[in-house]
């Protein structure tokens, strides 16, 4: 009966985390719904309605653990440099998907576990395995060429992966429950979203606090609640499946918003980004062969 009881728990780990990183992956249909909202302002919408989302479900939930995070001044400054920088990722995103510039995120997003290792290594003094390093240069090489060939340095692929990295490396070390540590984060940042919502109130019919199209002022309401759900499944599968088997099935992201790119919004993926993503599609190869021959990797979300 265990048995059972830990392999549906492993089962239900896999769903949880196919429906967030499907989610994830699919998310630039939801942005491009928002329409005649610039980046900024729908990204301010993100972290207030987040941050009223999940402070009703924390309160619900688990406030116990919610006043007792705030009640702690290091971890507010740790939580709130945290949400500064995920809304640094949140905004490139919306930004690159507004822009029709989704492939060029997909990349990013390919990139991050790469970026992962190396802030461990500088960061953490983490070591790198052979693997990881072959990984990490041949991913360089992909940028380093796309850049020359191209003549455009992809700064919202480094950006989206960096921030993100960055992002898992702040929350590290410290081991905080998912959901009340990120209702802290959105809290912290919420303020200056609203602040900048009022602030620009009214200076145009697009920059109103709510736009007049009812669908687009609904899209920008229950972003919260599209932000938190897929947060909350992760946190619910790496509860109970292991973060090298994560790291696999995260993969599906990038994937689903290189094929929308692609063939739902029609973004040319030439030859500089063919190359490009073979560099980095070989070094995800050798970074998952360091999984399969059992060496640290540091997966950070």
Known sequence: MSSQHKKLNYNQGILYALACYIIWGIFPVFWKAITGVPAIHVLAHRIVW???FL????????????????????????????????????GIYIYAVESGHIIEAGLGYYINPLVNVFLGYVFLKERLATLQKIAILLALTGVLYFTLSYGKFPWISLSLATSFGLYGLLKKKAKLESM?????????????????????????ETLSFFPLSMLTSFLLVI????????LYWFGKSAQVIP??????????CPTLQLLLGIFAYGETFGTEYLICFAFVWAGLAFYTLSILKGKKVTIAH
């Open 180 to 204: 009340p540590a990120l209702t802290v984060e959105t809290m912290m940042v919420a303020p200056f979203a609203l602040a900048f919502l009022f602030y620009t109130t009214g200076s145009s």
């Open 55 to 90: 402070l009703i479900w924390v309160l619900l939930t688990n406030r116990h653990t919610f006043f007792n995070y705030i009640k702690q001044p290091a971890l507010l400054l740790r939580l709130g440099l945290a949400g500064f920088v995920v809304s640094i990722n949140w």
């Open 243 to 252: 973060l090298s088997t994560l790291g696999f099935i995260q993969y599906v």
């Open 50 to 52: 987040s941050f009223v």
């Open 223 to 230: 972003s919260g609640i599209v932000t938190a759900i897929p």
